[in-house]
């Protein structure tokens, strides 16, 4: 093996014959001289300790220089590969122990005094030079054991390295030697989290090993009941950032620096104190081994622990060539070309690889730390208490129960179908499944809940990224509790597109797609099939995917309800576009939007009102386009039917589905009623041929918007119409208070109401709201009647979204209540919502009173 620095070590070797020492030189020897100037000093000093390069050599009773001469062969073993990184930090961690014994001064029968091994030394993870973090633990004549720990604090100064006792109760202000009874009063009334994070390391290193245990015994259950305190994860995280605060050389700092050692043991750690208060498989004082045990036991994904565990045995090789060179405490990478070198030797690469090697670890390093470290998984594990962790059949069984659920028995079936078995599968799902029946006891049905969730994880149980991505992505989990223990519509489009669970891994996802990319995404679906059936199954699949999308991103609290009518209202005109250009390639076709689609108000219940609308003498081909677009979109299927309601045509149901512009302009010029004219002013082309959808427009405008307003009579038929509606569309046993579409300051009030003066004053506008505020009404008018619109908007989605069909009535208690609450994000008692909705709807209809009927 090449020497790090060959110029070094033949600079050594010349000062070894210098010194009389003869012969070839050994491998272990040239490794050493080439790598560390401080021991090449020593055996220089010291010729006859080259021996202890090759094993184990009488001890001298000189403290330092036993130290030194073990330091020789830990060292040799490490530079020639004979063991590797993780061999030698317990090495050295094992010298460091035997130093710390062999500095306590001998035996007294006053007082008993044991070492308590912190840090890397406690987690048998010692680097070459360090200070050695203990804890003193005694019992008897405290002043002497005091001085006893005193002086062999001192000793291993002189000897070797610092030995540093600031992790004590109470830091550098409290006594450097506790009792028993002392350290556990302490850490069960004033320990901080940090001091608890610290404990993980904690062993027993010197002196009395009984006492060593006790005291272990003593303070290892206060570490694990620390996770359940209720900052946990915020106190570490800060911690984490105080420590990155304290870097003065940036990125070449491999302890402190972003993607250094110390993100990730903050990352192994909060997951120790986090997952392992149920786990003890997770209880390993060091990095190494409790990393691993994550990854066993599924709380790390496999790629993710490998690569962290790469970085770390990288990373640490790297700290003990740097501070084997002098024997100095150092952690930055030399940013000099000859140190680079020198390094990259140490190390067998060259500067390029090295450094190449280096920044791939620390950039995956901090990724997988910021990944870990503040995903939202971890603070809802830690806000669960440790029992509801233990997944057991009584401690499950008692605490679902309390929880909520109304059949318990059956929840733990389902959870026991769930964590069967000892697979990695049944590992992530016993860390999930703790957090997601947390959320559904905030849900108004948590068994929907559960059950849907086994459903999904049936269906994808099997796909590798599934219970990864729920793990590790961002809030993924926490979104599909919410949704699966709220909406049966949500958990239905689940059912037929489970791998659209993806959806919630990033907020960028939930963004509505623009009109222009669903039509491209529909063309692109389209053009890879060459049946009609078959290119609107695809039409449809992606349609459903993006009913999904809204829904989510609704029930997440991403849309209002205005943006959840537009999003809605773009995918049915995309896909209605797709599927006439699908039945008709090329010809004059247009649908004309109506209703809720031609204002862009449409909810997740809503019919698609429609105008068909070709060409002249097309009328036969038209209503082959239309019959077809119908049936394709309507037929039942695994996805969502579009329904198409033409009811709002000339005539209604006893005239033809499709007519000729001319026919259009001819009936609305001669027989037109008033309320067909008062339909047309949501009229919007939607689709097909767009200069023939334009054409409607002008000829609709003629007509919506007449230039005198409206006659005495045609505003009484309005007002008559208006009242019959009232009277016989609303389903017998309704409640006219909160029925939310044609109760009292409902949705019919507002809309006739600003429909009525729409065609009285000739005001422009598809949309109720862009209408409404077209009016200039007085402005606390037109608060009202916003207020009530868009809250009967949000209830009637909800009702939705809840249910998994249609409904317009707010119930006044209940689950269904409870649960429209919670999708439109309020808290508190659902009867001050009820009140609310009741407050909305009585000041609008007052409004609707004196606006509709004066």
Request: charged share 25%.
């Amino acid at each position: 093996m090449r020497p790090a620095d060959p110029e070094l070590a033949a600079r050594q070797l010349q000062r070894l014959a210098e010194a009389g020492v003869a012969g070839v030189p050994a491998p272990r020897l040239l490794a050493v001289l080439g790598a560390s100037s401080a021991l090449g000093d020593h055996l220089i000093a010291y010729p006859e300790d080259i021996a202890a390069l090759d094993g184990h050599v009488p001890a001298l009773g000189d403290l330092k220089r036993d130290y030194r001469r073990s330091l020789l062969r830990i060292a040799a073993d490490d530079l020639v590969g004979a063991v590797d990184t993780e061999a030698t930090m317990r090495a050295l961690s094992g010298l460091a122990d035997a130093t710390m014994a062999e500095a306590l001064p001998g035996g007294s029968a006053d007082f008993e005094l044991a070492v308590v091994a912190m840090g890397k030394c406690g987690a048998n993870e010692l680097n070459y030079v360090s200070d050695v973090d203990v804890i003193f633990v005694a019992e008897g004549d405290l002043t002497a054991a005091s001085a006893a720990a005193a002086a062999m604090m001192t000793s291993c100064g002189l000897a070797a390295w610092p030995v540093d006792a600031g992790l004590r109760p109470e830091g550098r202000s409290g006594p450097l030697v506790r009792s028993l009874a002392s350290h556990a009063a302490y850490y069960r009334k004033w320990a901080h989290t940090w001091e608890f994070q610290a404990l993980l390391k904690a062993r027993h290193a010197a002196g009395d090993a009984d006492l060593g245990r006790a005291w272990l015994d003593d303070v290892t259950p206060l570490v694990w009941r620390a996770g359940d305190r209720p900052n946990i994860v915020e106190d570490v995280r800060a911690m984490r950032r105080r420590v990155e605060a304290h870097n003065r050389d940036g990125e070449r700092e491999i302890k402190l620096g972003p993607g250094g050692l110390r993100d990730i043991e903050f990352t192994v750690q909060l997951l120790q104190l986090v997952h392992g208060r149920a786990d003890e498989s997770l209880r390993a004082a060091g990095t190494l081994p409790a990393l691993r045990a994550l990854t066993a036991g599924g709380y790390v994904g496999r790629a993710d622990g490998e690569i962290l565990e790469q970085a770390y045995l990288f990373l640490r090789t790297v700290e003990h060539r740097l501070q084997l060179q002098r024997l100095r405490r150092t952690h930055t990478v030399p940013s000099d070309a000859h140190g680079l070198r020198w390094l990259a030797g140490s190390l067998d690469s060259t500067v390029e690889e090295f450094d190449r090697e280096w920044r791939r670890h620390a950039r995956e390093v901090r990724r997988l730390h910021e990944k870990l470290l503040y995903r939202p998984l971890l603070e809802a594990v830690a806000k669960v208490p440790t029992e509801g962790l233990r997944l057991t059949a009584k401690a499950a069984g008692d605490r679902l129960g309390i929880l909520g659920f109304a059949d318990p028995a059956g929840a733990l079936r389902h959870i026991e179908a769930l964590t069967g078995g000892v697979t990695r599968t049944a590992a992530i799902q016993k860390t999930l499944l703790p957090v997601l029946l947390a959320e559904w006891a905030d849900a108004p049905s948590p068994d929907q809940g559960l059950l849907a969730y086994r459903h999904v994880s049936e269906k994808l149980g099997s796909t590798p990224w599934y219970l990864r991505l729920l793990r590790d992505e961002g809030p993924v989990a926490l979104r599909l509790a919410r949704l699966l223990g709220l909406s049966r519509y949500v958990t239905d489009l689940l059912a037929r597109d489970p791998e659209a669970l993806r959806l919630l891994a990033e907020d960028r996802e939930l963004v509505p797609s623009t009109p222009e990319a669903l039509r491209r995404g529909l063309e692109a679906a389209v053009a890879r099939h060459t049946s009609a059936e078959s290119a609107v199954s695809a039409i449809r699949a992606q349609r459903r995917r993006e009913l999904l999308r809204i829904a989510c991103a609704d029930m997440l609290g991403k849309l209002d309800p205005v943006a959840v009518g537009r999003a809605l209202s773009d995918v049915t005109d995309a896909v209605l576009d797709a599927t006439v250009r699908l039945a008709n390639p090329a010809g004059r076709f247009a649908i004309i939007g109506m209703g809720r689609l031609g204002g862009s108000e449409q909810s997740f219940g809503s019919d698609v009102d429609v105008l068909f609308v070709c060409d002249d003498g097309e009328e036969q081909q038209g209503m082959w386009i239309a019959e077809q677009v119908r049936s394709l979109l309507g037929a039942p299927a695994p996805d969502p039917p579009l329904i198409i309601d033409a009811g709002l045509r000339p005539e209604g149901r006893q005239g033809p589905l499709v007519r000729s512009l001319t026919a259009y302009r001819q009936y609305y010029a001669k027989w037109a009623q008033v309320w067909e004219v008062q339909a047309l002013l949501r009229a919007r082309p939607v689709a097909g041929d767009p200069t023939l959808g334009a054409e409607f427009v002008a000829m609709a405008d003629r007509v919506r918007y007449p230039a005198h307003g409206l006659t005495l009579a045609q505003v009484t038929e309005i007002r008559r119409i208006k009242a019959r509606v009232d009277s016989e569309r609303l389903p017998r046993g309704a409640d006219p208070t909160t029925h939310v579409k044609l109760g009292r300051g409902g949705l019919a009030d507002v809309e006739w109401t600003v429909q009525l003066l729409q065609l009285r004053h000739g005001v422009r506008g598809t949309s109720t709201l862009t209408a409404l505020a077209a009016l200039r009404l007085d402005p606390a008018d037109e608060e009202a009647l916003r207020d009530a619109w868009l809250l009967a908007s949000r209830v009637r989605d909800a009702l939705m979204l809840i249910r998994g069909r249609p409904g317009d009535q707010l119930p006044r208690h209940g689950v269904e209540l409870a649960g429209i609450v919670r999708v439109l994000g309020r808290s508190g008692d659902p009867q001050e919502f009820v009140q609310e909705y009741l407050r909305t709807a009585r000041h609008a209809r007052a409004v609707v009173e004196r606006l509709f009927y004066q």
